[in-house]
């Protein structure tokens, strides 16, 4: 089982970076699927999920109308489009699989300065 998040770098207040997150190892389409942070010094926080179909969506209030997290189940990724980025949206951010079982990536960085 692999999950490897990409995508994340670093960007000017109000830029915008889409992650990815690709599995391998499990049947992707049964998971429903999650993006969550870690900022320095902060517990790590859910920032979206995904249906395993991909119908329903949630979002922590904090990133609503900025982010969208969607997923290809053709190609076993995910994703999280980010836009209008904040400083305050530094952070390492990981994905989970889950389904009963949880698996996580080891994540990657996105750094929101000027």
């Known amino acids: 089982v692999q999950l490897v998040e990409s995508g994340g770098g670093l960007v000017q207040p109000g830029g915008s970076l889409r992650l990815s997150c690709a599995a391998s190892?499990?049947?992707?389409?049964?998971?429903?699927m999650s993006w969550y942070r870690q900022a320095p010094g902060k517990e790590r926080e859910l920032v979206a999920r995904?249906?395993?179909?991909?119908?329903?969506?949630d979002y922590a209030d904090s990133v609503k109308g900025r982010f969208t997290i969607s997923r290809d189940n053709a190609k076993n990724t995910a994703y999280l489009q980010m836009n209008s980025l904040k400083p305050e949206d530094t952070a390492v951010y990981f994905c989970?699989?889950?389904?009963?079982?949880?698996?996580w990536g080891k994540g990657t960085l996105v750094t929101v300065s000027s």
């Open positions: 190892g499990f049947t992707f389409r049964l998971y429903d």
């Open positions: 995904i249906s395993s179909a991909g119908g329903g969506t």
């Open positions: 989970k699989a889950y389904r009963g079982t949880d698996y």
